[in-house]
């Protein structure tokens, strides 16, 4: 089994930038792939961000890219989200995500909420 403690959500004005980490522990060598996903009030989850452990490759959803950066410590089997110019609809509860391939993910934290004012 894998826990994942997300942290750092919170309130943050439009225009504004917030740092999400995400840490991993239990059978943390299973892992491949460390993702952030969201989900808006009334709103589907979506994928924001994803970092294959090997390689440090990254993929973004293209409503993010060039404003948020997701990097990971594989000492600390930690992930972060730098999120950057952040819009109110961008207002969310941001879940960390983790799983051995990249099109399913096998755990998931418990959510932290980023809310955005206008």
């Known amino acids: 089994q894998v826990q994942l403690v997300e942290s750092g959500g919170g309130l943050v004005q439009a225009g504004g930038s917030l740092r999400l980490s995400c840490a991993a522990s239990g059978r943390t060598f299973s892992l491949n792939y460390m993702g952030w996903f969201r989900q808006a009030p009334g709103k589907e989850r979506e994928f924001v961000a994803r970092?294959?452990?090997?390689?440090?490759?990254?993929t973004y959803a293209d409503s993010v890219k060039g404003r948020f950066t997701i990097s990971g410590d594989s000492v600390k089997n930690t992930v972060y989200l730098q999120m950057n110019s952040l819009k109110p609809e961008e207002t969310a509860v941001y879940y960390c995500?983790?799983?051995?391939?990249?099109?399913?993910?096998?755990?998931w934290g418990q959510g932290t909420q980023v809310t955005v004012s206008s």
């Open positions: 995500a983790a799983s051995s391939v990249a099109t399913s993910y096998d755990y």
């Open positions: 970092i294959r452990w090997s390689g440090g490759s990254t």
